[in-house]
């Protein structure tokens, strides 16, 4: 295929034996051997972190590296087995190479791409993404949410409480209408079509993101489909709310 935005390095299989410590997962390998590999999410990876479930881990070849396996994705739903990117540290590398693609129109113009660019009232805030256009004065200012908790097709953020999250509504509230504001949702999962609000994991942030969407908000969920050899874009989820 070539349609992949981005494409994983070599990944090797496994079964998932446990995690603990958040950042931590032993593994155990096709060929028997079981090793702990570093969790880059840091979330409670609720519906996705099955004991006995597939996985995919990556290598890295830094000598310095304490762990050198990175669990990358997890194989979910036995009915329909789909693969699930628990890798938070890609979601803003992926946005990026889709943001470089010109790949959500609904963004409209722009022709620089800025990132962790500060913000906010006490500009002690970084937006992952800050996108401008040389003829226009409206800004865009673009927070990135990884998303994998699901209810049946209909994938869910935030999946615990989140005052982090939180922070990130009020602030980018405050720049409406002065500039856009964009919260997009990286649904990182191929087998959900719908997206609304977690709002029994926290009702808080569900109530902010209604009322921001009020104000001028716009919200993008945006589904992808993961597999081990990479991740493609498959447009935008309709919000249920």
Known sequence: MTDYLYHYPP????????RYKRFFADIELTNGEIVTAH??????????????????ISKSNNPNRKLPYTWEMIQVNDTEPTWVGINTALSNQIIKLALEK??????????????????????????DFFLSHLESLSNIYVEVKNTTWAAGK???????????????????????PQ??????????????TEFAPGDSADPVYGTLLRSAIAQGLEVLPCRFDVTPVGVRYLGLAPCKF
């Open 11 to 18: 990944l090797y299989p496994g079964i998932l034996l446990k």
């Open 39 to 56: 969790c880059p999410n840091t979330g409670p990876m609720k519906g996705v972190c099955s004991i006995g479930s597939a996985v995919q």
């Open 102 to 127: 010109r790949l959500f129109p609904e963004l409209g113009e722009y022709n620089q791409i800025r990132s962790e660019v500060t913000y906010g009232q006490d500009k002690k805030s970084r937006v």
């Open 154 to 176: 209909l994938a869910l953020f935030p999946d615990t409480e989140t005052t982090r999250g939180q922070k990130h509504l009020r602030e980018l509230m405050a720049l409406l």
């Open 179 to 192: 500039s856009r504001a964009v919260m997009l949702y990286l649904i990182n999962r191929g087998d959900c």
